[in-house]
């Protein structure tokens, strides 16, 4: 494809761009052919997401088609600054201080996504702008608000990704998007190519050389990137979410069941109940106790006041001996304390 | 007798460790609170003088028992350590009752090994009220008694009446 041999080009120029002789001259070729694969990239992904944002209305286009332009100016501009600015920090940088000046509120996060996905390359475009909490999200905002101030583009980015990685296989069969369609996705995605290719050739080379090979092949994610649209959704709440469900199942379920009769102090001592004796739940009677009293009861008598039946488990001593099983380590932890994960 | 070496154990625990002290001080009064509000049948307790770890408590006997119409005084000395120890009951009238010794001993399981944290000063008056109903002839702490008791109930009752006609009035 186009994009492969413009993007090895590209990347076997990378080399070159870190000698200290060459000029301006080969990094504003550099940053041309960048730009030049940033078109042929973004077209592609243009056809991919017309697919599916064909409810996106006409209007916006002549809006923002503007945004577009500007966008694409503001772009190469900032890979022209690029060398000036000498170091990829400083690119990155020069890019979300331009973004900066148009949106203020969104820009660090803007800023702290982009430099976290530096480290996936191109791969996270998609994956990332789905999986990754706020900080893509912020970026589109940004452009969305540049390119013409449109709401409904808002939403359509996610649709976009999910377009994406649906008709990953279409893409193949499918000509070059009708180019009306063209600014729906622009409004969406140049922000983002941008920092993509850029990081990609600054600070993940290899990345750039397999990727478009791959997407030449018709398989835009390698079978084992984790990143792969395809199985995105569940795959990012695997991986990004598995310890906070199952705190949130295992733990915060049962014990709560005993929320309406969790005293406001303690029924030895009389002390008010803080938040986390109030989820302490050392015996399964339901008799709470404040950890003062608890421990100074595992002290001595070791039984449940409320049930007189010796504390099953003792958390002090689970929480502490940490060379224990893993199942009586455990049973306890999500037994007795809520809190604590 | 452990009864008067009770409250100086209590006070002399108090400099020891200050913390135990305070939280069953502060455990003690709002019983005391509570049961002044919310006072059991039959029952009546407070501290005997500015010791909140020494109280004397009444219980007035059932009617229907043997102990009808006597009044039952009894010393309870909480230990510093309470309410993770029980407190320690002495009945200081005599009582004709195959739980309690002549020395007022009370032989109690709630008032030895399962004693909870839980229970309160109030919970341990009706407990007491209850072996005015209900003797345990089985764990007694007077065997003779308890033996009259299953043998005779009625010369036991008749004993009974007699030492509250003649100690508890």
Redesign the interface.
């Known amino acids: 494809m186009v994009s492969d041999s413009i993007t090895r080009a590209s990347a076997h120029a990378v080399p070159n761009t870190g000698g200290r002789d060459l000029g301006k001259k080969k990094r504003a070729r550099s940053a041309k052919l960048k730009q030049c694969k940033l078109d042929v990239r973004r077209e592609q992904w243009l056809s991919q997401g017309a697919m599916k944002n064909k409810d996106c209305k006409e209007e916006q286009n002549s809006v923002v088609k503007a945004g577009k332009e500007r966008s694409n100016n503001r772009s190469f501009g900032n890979l022209e600054m690029r060398p000036r600015g000498g170091q990829i920090d400083g690119s990155i940088h020069h890019h979300h201080h331009h973004h900066d000046s148009d949106v203020e509120s969104n820009s660090p996060n803007s800023l702290t996504s982009s430099v976290l996905e530096s480290n996936y390359s191109e791969t996270t475009f998609t994956s990332s702008s789905s999986s990754s909490s706020g900080g893509c999200c912020s970026g589109n905002i940004t452009e969305d608000e540049e390119g013409g101030g449109d709401d409904g583009c808002l939403d359509d980015w996610e649709a976009v990704a999910d377009a994406l990685a649906a008709d990953e296989k279409p893409k193949n069969t499918c000509p070059e998007s009708p180019p009306e369609h063209e600014p729906i996705a622009q409004t969406v995605f140049p922000q983002e190519t941008a920092i993509g290719s850029d990081q990609v050739e600054n600070l993940n080379p290899p990345y750039s050389r397999v990727i478009p090979k791959a997407s030449g092949n018709g398989h835009a994610w390698r079978p084992d990137d984790a990143f792969r649209p395809q199985s995105l959704p569940n795959l990012a709440n695997q991986l990004s979410l598995p310890n906070s469900n199952r705190k949130h199942y295992s733990c915060g379920g049962v014990p709560w069941a005993y929320n309406g009769v969790v005293p406001s102090s303690c029924?030895?001592?009389?002390?008010d109940l803080d938040f986390t004796d109030t989820s302490f739940l050392p015996c399964l009677c339901g008799?709470r106790?404040c950890l003062?009293?608890h421990n100074?009861?595992m002290e001595?008598?070791g039984?449940c006041?409320?049930c007189?039946k010796p504390y099953e488990h003792e958390p002090v001593e689970a929480e502490t001996s940490v060379h224990g099983g893993s199942l009586t380590f455990r049973l306890p932890r999500s037994c007795s304390m809520i809190t604590r994960s | 007798m452990t009864t008067p070496s009770a409250p100086s154990l209590a006070s002399s625990s108090r400099w020891a460790s200050t913390t135990s002290v305070s939280s069953s001080g502060k455990r003690i009064q709002r019983e005391m609170v509570e049961l002044n509000m919310d006072p059991p049948p039959d029952c009546c307790a407070g501290p005997k003088g500015d010791n909140l770890y020494h109280w004397i408590a009444t219980l007035f006997g059932p009617p229907g028992t043997p102990y009808h119409g006597g009044i039952y005084f009894l010393d309870i000395s909480f230990p510093s350590d309470y309410p993770f120890k029980p407190p320690k009951v002495v009945f200081t009238t005599r009582i004709y009752h195959c739980n309690v010794d002549s020395n007022g001993n009370l032989s109690m399981e709630m008032l030895k090994d399962s004693w909870s944290p839980a229970l309160t000063i109030t919970k341990l008056l009706l407990a007491i009220r209850s072996i005015f109903t209900r003797p345990d002839p089985y764990n007694p702490l007077v065997p003779s008694i308890a033996r009259l008791y299953l043998e005779d109930k009625a010369k036991h009752d008749e004993l009974a009446s007699e030492w509250t006609l003649r100690f508890a009035k």
């Open positions: 029924p030895i001592c009389y002390e008799f106790l003062f009293c100074r009861i001595e008598d039984r006041p409320g007189r």
